[in-house]
């Protein structure tokens, strides 16, 4: 029998269930893969797979003591993995949980061109005046237990309030400001740190932070460097330097708005003043 022979009987034999199962198996694999690729895990799925084959080999060879320690420290593998992995696996689950059927519209509250105007003219005086700030944007993952570590504001969103509250030697300048549901909910909110530990020495705590609470949540983070006035963005554990206004803008309105509100809202103006019945 050929191989092609075999492989339409294989198929033959196959119910629409066992395709179903394999189609779940190769999304979880590649969901999997993409979660710890370029991340401290992919290091010890590197590290995992070579014990397995080394496993193999003892076997095969009847090298039975080293048989006998892997098979035993594989009996524990799992609740290893558990321990080792638990950020990347709180991640995931995290994404897994957030729901698709809202967007930013509905969870902030006003207009997202309200919301970027009003922080990005606040970032960029900080900058030009080279005062320190951290400001967190929340999306679908709840920020209530980083808002419940600072003082409560429940204050309308202004450029005005922004910069006061990060003007050095005041009360809230120290800490994070978190953005819920179109308000500034909270002022001088503390963020878990990232365990990255690659990172380059120039990136202070607030960068660090930035990037910590990215990588548990899919909230915007801005912060702005107190040595050097540089603006930078971060989202989904991703760091994005050297932002001037026009890009922090723009950066904002790709990551906060939708698939249909991508574009600036200037760009989707100027677009309909094109339009036949909007000319005079």
Request: glycine share 6%; net charge neutral.
């Given at each position: 029998?050929?191989?092609?022979?075999?492989?339409?009987?294989?198929?033959?034999?196959?119910?629409?269930?066992?395709?179903?199962?394999?189609?779940?198996?190769?999304?979880?694999?590649?969901?999997?893969?993409?979660?710890?690729?370029?991340?401290?895990?992919?290091?010890?799925?590197?590290?995992?797979?070579?014990?397995?084959?080394?496993?193999?080999?003892?076997?095969?060879?009847?090298?039975?003591?080293?048989?006998?320690?892997?098979?035993?420290?594989?009996?524990?593998?799992?609740?290893?993995?558990?321990?080792?992995?638990?950020p990347e696996l709180?991640?995931?689950?995290?994404?897994?949980?957030?729901?698709?059927?809202?967007?930013?519209?509905?969870?902030?509250?006003?207009?997202?061109?309200?919301?970027?105007?009003?922080?990005?003219?606040?970032?960029?005086?900080?900058?030009?005046?080279?005062?320190?700030?951290?400001?967190?944007?929340?999306?679908?993952?709840?920020?209530?237990?980083?808002?419940a570590t600072g003082?409560?504001?429940?204050?309308?969103?202004?450029?005005?309030?922004?910069?006061?509250?990060?003007?050095?030697?005041?009360?809230?300048?120290?800490?994070?400001?978190?953005?819920?549901?179109?308000?500034?909910?909270?002022?001088?909110?503390?963020?878990?740190?990232?365990?990255?530990?690659?990172?380059?020495?120039?990136?202070?705590?607030?960068?660090?932070?930035?990037?910590?609470?990215?990588?548990?949540?899919?909230?915007?983070?801005?912060?702005?460097?107190?040595?050097?006035?540089?603006?930078?963005?971060?989202?989904?554990?991703d760091m994005v330097?050297?932002?001037?206004?026009?890009?922090?803008?723009?950066?904002?309105?790709?990551?906060?708005?939708?698939?249909?509100?991508?574009?600036?809202?200037?760009?989707?103006?100027?677009?309909?003043?094109?339009?036949?019945?909007?000319?005079?």
């Amino acid at each position: 029998m050929s191989f092609w022979e075999s492989f339409v009987r294989f198929i033959s034999l196959m119910r629409p269930g066992d395709f179903i199962d394999i189609i779940i198996v190769a999304f979880a694999l590649y969901k999997g893969i993409h979660l710890v690729k370029e991340t401290r895990a992919q290091q010890l799925v590197k590290g995992i797979v070579l014990l397995v084959i080394i496993l193999g080999a003892s076997t095969l060879f009847q090298l039975h003591t080293i048989t006998y320690i892997l098979k035993n420290t594989m009996q524990v593998g799992v609740l290893a993995v558990l321990i080792v992995f638990q950020p990347e696996l709180r991640r995931a689950l995290e994404k897994f949980g957030r729901s698709n059927l809202g967007n930013f519209f509905g969870s902030i509250g006003e207009s997202i061109d309200s919301v970027v105007n009003e922080v990005s003219d606040a970032v960029s005086y900080l900058s030009l005046h080279r005062i320190g700030a951290l400001i967190v944007l929340e999306k679908e993952t709840k920020l209530g237990e980083i808002v419940a570590t600072g003082t409560p504001l429940q204050a309308e969103i202004s450029k005005e309030l922004l910069i006061n509250i990060f003007i050095p030697n005041t009360p809230l300048h120290d800490g994070a400001v978190v953005i819920q549901e179109g308000k500034i909910s909270a002022a001088a909110c503390l963020l878990p740190l990232t365990q990255n530990d690659t990172l380059s020495r120039e990136l202070g705590t607030r960068h660090r932070a930035a990037l910590g609470i990215s990588e548990i949540s899919d909230a915007i983070v801005i912060v702005v460097s107190e040595e050097t006035g540089t603006i930078s963005m971060v989202h989904d554990g991703d760091m994005v330097r050297n932002l001037t206004h026009e890009t922090l803008r723009r950066a904002m309105y790709k990551n906060l708005a939708d698939e249909q509100t991508k574009k600036p809202i200037d760009g989707i103006q100027k677009w309909k003043e094109k339009l036949p019945w909007t000319q005079k």
